[in-house]
Structure formats: structure tokens, C-alpha cells
């Protein structure tokens, strides 16, 4: 039966990639969910944001890049990069388990949506499990990534720089960069240049034409 469950189900760690008013309440359990997670097996990782109270999830980045979600029953989708693409839909919080949150997950393996939950298992864990006709079910557990610590304090600040000043980046280093987004071909920085600050996940994650239609 495990096998067969495991067959159908959907497992985003193998997602053919080449490869979110309740009340105060749910805002708060809204709360501890968002954000970036690893799948199981480190094949891509999830943005997870909170639109008008429902948790939304969507590819943010690749092992392999380059996916299309080709498997999709909309022949208009056929073509649409993985990248970015929903995957946890129109989640709310379950009315009788606390901290669980009930929606449908997407697998683009085969093209096919599921009824599905989420919940923590510990601060950094999210179990996520997809069932078929509520009968089979399975699962895997993501890891949350975590922010990069800050910038270490300037041992030896440069004569006459403000107290406080971060040390400079070792030469020939890059700034990180959102996940998902592409490293900058060579020489293409400037330097000196101010990098633009980037935008709140959550608003461009809400703004996706299937979200904002789903959550208006």
C-alpha cells in the first residue's frame, strides 16, 4: 500500500524538475509558515507567502534550471517555466486541527492537483502531505532556509569611516541574490554601483495573475 500511495501522491522533491479574514488567530499561524523551504530530496525550494489570509507556495528555485511545466492539461501552460510557478494553492487554516493548513498541491510531473496540508513539525520542518480521493496519502518533510547571518563588524574600520561600518567584501566576491534569480554574466557589474533593495516576497508572490484571481 506504502508503494502504491508513493506512486500517486504527489512528492514535490520529485517534481520533474530536470530536475497561502481569519481572524487573529490564523494570522498568527500564518506567520510562522512563511517563507523559503528546501524539499526533501534538494531538488528546488518553495516561497511560501500569506495572501489575504491563504497560503500560497511557488517554485523560487532549481537545482537544474530550465524546467517547463510541460505535463499541465492547460495547453496554454504548457510552456511556462517551472520557475515561479504555484505549486501549494489557496491553503486556509484548518477550523479543527491547530496550525494545520488545508488546500491543493500541484505536482508538474504529471500534471495533476491534489488535496493536501501543510503543518510545522518544528520551527524549521514543514510536513506537506497530498492525498488522492483523501484515501492515499503520503508525504516528505521540507527544511527551512534560513536567512545568512549578517555582515561582521569592521575589526579595523577604514581611517574616518561612521563607527559601526560593515567590513568591506573580500575582493572578487558577489552580492547574494534573491533565490531563483540568475547570477549577472561576467563584468556586467559596475563598480561602485548601489544594487537595487529587493522587494517584499509576499507582494510579488501575491501578484501572480492565478493568485491575485484567486484571492480577490
Same mark, same amino acid.
Given at each position: 500500500m506504502r508503494e502504491l500511495a508513493c506512486s500517486t501522491i504527489v512528492l514535490l522533491g520529485t517534481l520533474g524538475l530536470s530536475t497561502v479574514g481569519?481572524?487573529?488567530l490564523g494570522a498568527a499561524h500564518a506567520a510562522e509558515i512563511p517563507g523559503?523551504?528546501?524539499? !526533501?530530496?534538494?531538488?528546488?525550494?518553495i516561497r511560501i507567502a500569506n495572501c489575504n489570509n491563504r497560503l500560497w507556495g511557488v517554485v523560487a528555485s532549481e537545482k537544474t534550471p530550465g524546467g517547463l511545466d510541460s505535463k499541465n492539461p492547460d495547453k496554454a501552460k504548457k510552456n511556462r517555466p517551472t520557475l515561479g510557478m504555484p505549486v501549494l494553492l489557496?491553503?486556509?487554516?484548518?477550523e479543527d486541527e491547530k496550525g494545520k493548513w488545508d488546500g491543493e498541491i500541484y505536482n508538474a510531473k504529471n500534471g495533476k492537483t491534489y488535496e493536501a496540508s501543510i503543518k510545522l513539525a518544528s520551527p524549521n520542518k514543514l510536513k506537506v502531505e497530498g492525498c488522492v480521493?483523501?484515501?492515499?496519502?503520503?508525504? !516528505?518533510t521540507w527544511t527551512r532556509v534560513l536567512e545568512p547571518a549578517p555582515a561582521p563588524m569592521a575589526a579595523n574600520p577604514t581611517p574616518g569611516a561612521h563607527p559601526g561600518t560593515k567590513a568591506p567584501p573580500a575582493t572578487g566576491s558577489v552580492p547574494?541574490?534573491?533565490?531563483?534569480?540568475?547570477?549577472?554574466?561576467a563584468g556586467a557589474a559596475t563598480p561602485g554601483a548601489t544594487a537595487a533593495a529587493p522587494q517584499d516576497?509576499?507582494?510579488?508572490?501575491?501578484?501572480l495573475p492565478d493568485i491575485a484571481r484567486a484571492t480577490h
Amino acid at each position: 500500500m506504502r508503494e502504491l500511495a508513493c506512486s500517486t501522491i504527489v512528492l514535490l522533491g520529485t517534481l520533474g524538475l530536470s530536475t497561502v479574514g481569519l481572524g487573529t488567530l490564523g494570522a498568527a499561524h500564518a506567520a510562522e509558515i512563511p517563507g523559503e523551504w528546501r524539499v !526533501e530530496e534538494g531538488v528546488a525550494t518553495i516561497r511560501i507567502a500569506n495572501c489575504n489570509n491563504r497560503l500560497w507556495g511557488v517554485v523560487a528555485s532549481e537545482k537544474t534550471p530550465g524546467g517547463l511545466d510541460s505535463k499541465n492539461p492547460d495547453k496554454a501552460k504548457k510552456n511556462r517555466p517551472t520557475l515561479g510557478m504555484p505549486v501549494l494553492l489557496n491553503m486556509k487554516m484548518d477550523e479543527d486541527e491547530k496550525g494545520k493548513w488545508d488546500g491543493e498541491i500541484y505536482n508538474a510531473k504529471n500534471g495533476k492537483t491534489y488535496e493536501a496540508s501543510i503543518k510545522l513539525a518544528s520551527p524549521n520542518k514543514l510536513k506537506v502531505e497530498g492525498c488522492v480521493l483523501g484515501i492515499l496519502c503520503g508525504g !516528505e518533510t521540507w527544511t527551512r532556509v534560513l536567512e545568512p547571518a549578517p555582515a561582521p563588524m569592521a575589526a579595523n574600520p577604514t581611517p574616518g569611516a561612521h563607527p559601526g561600518t560593515k567590513a568591506p567584501p573580500a575582493t572578487g566576491s558577489v552580492p547574494p541574490r534573491t533565490i531563483g534569480q540568475k547570477a549577472p554574466p561576467a563584468g556586467a557589474a559596475t563598480p561602485g554601483a548601489t544594487a537595487a533593495a529587493p522587494q517584499d516576497p509576499a507582494s510579488d508572490i501575491c501578484l501572480l495573475p492565478d493568485i491575485a484571481r484567486a484571492t480577490h
